[in-house]
């Protein structure tokens, strides 16, 4: 690749809307440019990067066993009506009418698509035993579109579906997918884990997610210190810890004019927030519900959506939570709510706590449970914290940042049960398929792997990733000599198939030099004054900055191994 005929327009002011390194750098290098919000054009480079993803993700599924097909982006609305996702996917399902006035929407997943596939096509046990995957761009109108590639609305993602006779064998499958999923991310050269994840209805550890560690992920990780335990935030589960066995004191009723969030109530009182526990109402599918936690706890909504079985939860308004509990916001509290209550196992173990009054201006201190009011539903609803011992064997934990780029997921029966995807078993008995999903946001590990490896001059790509391996400076356009050497090593290169950017434009060194750091090609050949000099050519590797200086008969031998053991360590 010519630099000269390509289009790389590199930037050297940061785009004011990004905020992130990948968006930054994606930007500044030429890699992509913003169409409208959350959709992006991917230029030469950035089209590479993503090829090379594709191509390991590829290689890694047939390895598995599992087969390529390609599905439309368009879908009709009927098939999501079957499994009632139309009107559950809410806003993030683009919408819209063809000309003869048919309901369609553009894929954001395919399972519908898949399992009508499969309920038309496959029959028998014989025929089952099927995993198949693509490779295309997704459609989700995400509410908040951001940081790049990272949050598109359009984005590339790989997505396989599992068609299995029998739990057995779709956890076999599961498993095929784990392992592979782990040799995707390791050849890619990330630093990654796979997590447990929310599973919803399904229960059981057959949901991992694939996490590169980053400071800018959105997700946290939580890993034990001490045994294999990982686990997304939203998953873990926290010990409850032993009954207080303190006697009970008197309930008093206090004044507390004005004091309405927890830091002033304490204050206030002169307690700790972790004597006081919190009233917050939440709408789990529009009905509101009151959870209790202690003063300085979160609660953790996908807990409490799968406790209470809700497709959807958000944490009620202030006006709303007026509506329900005729209590003004602050001085909310279990005794006499008018509410569904939900207590958290770690409240449950409390004795003589402070709540809201109830009342405006009051609260009520030395409460408990089962004497001043009904705690019957006690479940684990708050997010751990990093305090929090691990919930498999009680060693410390830490608390990391990650970025999901893949997903694995057993489904179940649950689609090919609404779908009515049948098939014969041995006994000629009608059976539903038992199905997995997985999926590996392609262009978002394009952005993940430059969120893990870049410094402030640019991208620092691993090579697996790199759009190309190798960029070579003809520091001499308009010398005869060093024109010659440089073209030659572009064609010798090339001929050892090695991925080679020559930059052939007619600009002073040190431009060249900037903008080979920033887009982050792991290694910079530079053919200058030192070859009519000395004979000698620069090899510089951008990880590390480090330098040798070699004939250009030597060069792209030396390349050849420096590649080769940069794809070894990822392996
Ligand atoms: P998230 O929690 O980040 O919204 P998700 O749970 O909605 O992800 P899945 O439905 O499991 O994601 O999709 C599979 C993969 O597609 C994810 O693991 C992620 O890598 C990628 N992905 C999902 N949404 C986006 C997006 N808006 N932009 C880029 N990649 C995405
Ligand atoms: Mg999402």
């Known amino acids: 690749m010519r630099y000269s005929q390509s289009l790389i327009p590199t930037l050297k002011e940061t785009p004011a809307e990004a905020v992130v390194a990948s968006h930054r750098l994606l930007l500044r290098g030429g890699y992509i440019r913003k169409l409208t919000a959350g959709i992006y054009s991917y230029l030469p480079l950035g089209l590479a990067a993503v090829r090379k993803v594709e191509q390991i993700v590829r290689e890694e599924m047939n390895r598995a066993g599992a087969q390529e097909l390609l599905l439309p982006m368009v879908q009709p609305a009927d098939l999501w009506h079957e499994t009632g996702r139309y009107q559950k996917y809410g806003p993030e399902l683009l919408r819209f009418r063809d000309r003869h006035d048919r309901e369609s929407c553009l894929g954001p997943t395919h399972e519908e698509v898949i399992t009508d596939l499969a309920r038309r096509e496959i029959r028998s046990y014989r025929d089952m035993g099927k995993n198949l995957y693509q490779i295309q761009t997704k459609f989700r109108d995400e509410i908040r579109p951001r940081f790049g590639l990272m949050r598109g609305r359009e984005f590339i993602m790989k997505d396989a579906y599992s068609f299995d006779v029998d739990d057995e064998q779709s956890e076999n499958c599961y498993q095929l997918m784990f392992d592979a999923y782990k040799r995707i991310f390791t050849r890619c050269g990330l630093d990654f884990r796979p997590v447990e994840a929310d599973s919803g209805t399904i229960g059981g550890s057959f949901s991992h997610e694939f996490m590169v560690l980053a400071d800018t992920g959105e997700d946290t990780l939580v890993i034990c210190s001490s045994c294999k335990y990982a686990a997304n935030m939203e998953k873990a589960a926290v010990k409850a810890p032993a009954a207080d066995d303190a006697p009970l004191l008197d309930l008093e009723k206090v004044e507390t004019p004005g004091k309405r969030k927890v830091a002033a109530v304490c204050d206030f009182l002169d307690i700790d927030p972790s004597e006081l526990v919190k009233t917050l109402v939440f709408l789990a599918d529009g009905e509101p519900v009151a959870v209790l936690v202690r003063g300085d706890r979160e609660v953790e909504e996908v807990k409490l959506k799968n406790q209470i079985g809700a497709v959807e939860v958000e944490m009620a308004d202030d006006k709303q939570v007026y509506d329900a509990t005729g209590v003004p916001t602050g001085y909310l509290g279990p005794v006499g709510i008018k509410v569904k209550l939900l207590v958290d196992s770690e409240v449950a173990a409390m004795k003589n706590f402070t709540v809201g009054g109830n009342e405006k201006n009051y609260h009520m201190k030395n409460v408990n449970i089962g004497r001043d009011f009904e705690g ?86 691993p090579m697996p990733l790199a759009p190309v391996q190798v960029i070579l400076l003809n520091l001499g356009i308009n010398d005869a000599e060093i024109s010659k050497v440089a073209e030659s090593l572009y064609a010798e290169l090339q001929e050892k198939g090695v991925e080679v950017l020559l930059d052939d434009r007619d600009e002073r060194p040190g431009f060249k030099f900037k903008d080979a750091d920033l887009l982050g090609i792991p290694l910079r050949v530079t053919v200058g004054k030192r070859l009519t000099k000395d004979g000698v050519v620069e090899l510089r590797q951008r990880k590390d900055g480090s330098t040798e200086e070699l004939t250009p008969e030597q060069l792209s031998d030396r390349v050849l191994a420096l590649i080769d053991s940069a794809m070894k360590a990822a392996q």
């Open 376 to 461: 019957t539903t006690v479940a684990d609803l708050r997010q751990i914290t990093k305090d929090d011992p691990c919930p498999e064997c009680g060693a410390p934990i830490t608390l990391r940042e990650g970025i999901e780029v893949g997903h694995i997921f057993k489904l179940g029966t649950g689609y090919s049960e609404a779908m009515e995807a049948y098939y014969k078993d041995r006994d000629g008995e009608e059976k539903p398929m038992v199905m997995g999903c997985y999926g590996i946001g392609v262009s978002r590990v394009v952005a993940a792997a430059i969120e893990q490896n870049h410094d402030e001059n640019g991208i620092i790509f």
